[in-house]
C-alpha cells in the first residue's frame, strides 16, 4: 500500500494593497510516516520549491471556519470572493523572513484531505507513529 498521496494545486497569491492575484501552483504532500502534517512545495520560478510544512487539522477545520495562531492561519471565503464562483480557501503563512496570502479553491484542499484519509483516519494518527524510533532519533541528534 502506498503510504503518500500528494496533488497539484493551482493558488492564488494576493498581493496587498495592489487588489491583484498572482496565479502560480503548488505540490501537496503527506505521508503515513509524518501523520499530522501536510507539505506545501509552492513552485515560485525558484530553483527549489518553497515548502511550508502546516497541519492537516489546522487545513481541515480552516475549511469551516477561521484557525490558526501565529505563523499559520486558514479561514474560507465566500463564494462571492472569487471569479469563478466557487468558494475559497484563504492560506496565510508568516516568518520572520516575510509574509504571503494565498487563495486556493476549497473543493480541490478538501478532495486532497479526503484522500489523506484514506491513508491516516482523521483521529488515528497516533498509531502511525513509531515513538521508539522517533526518541531514539532525538537522544541521537543531542548527543
Not at 521508539?132 to 541521537?140: I, S, W
Amino acid at each position: 500500500m502506498n503510504s503518500t498521496v500528494s496533488a497539484e494545486l493551482g493558488l492564488h497569491l494576493v498581493v496587498p494593497n495592489e487588489e491583484l492575484s498572482v496565479p502560480l501552483m503548488a505540490t501537496l504532500s503527506y505521508s503515513a510516516e509524518d501523520p499530522y502534517a501536510i507539505r506545501i512545495s509552492f513552485h515560485a520560478g525558484l530553483d527549489e520549491p518553497i515548502e511550508w510544512v502546516i497541519g492537516r487539522e489546522l487545513l481541515s477545520a480552516g475549511i469551516q471556519g477561521p484557525q490558526g495562531l501565529g505563523d499559520a492561519q486558514v479561514w474560507p471565503s465566500s463564494a462571492d470572493a472569487s471569479a469563478a464562483g466557487d468558494d475559497v480557501l484563504n492560506i496565510e503563512l508568516s516568518s520572520p523572513y516575510g509574509h504571503a496570502h494565498f487563495e486556493a479553491l476549497a473543493t480541490d484542499v478538501a478532495e486532497f484531505l479526503r484522500s489523506t484519509e484514506l491513508l491516516v483516519p482523521a483521529g488515528s494518527e497516533s498509531a502511525h507513529i513509531d515513538f521508539d524510533a522517533e526518541l531514539a532519533d532525538l537522544l541521537r541528534e543531542a548527543l
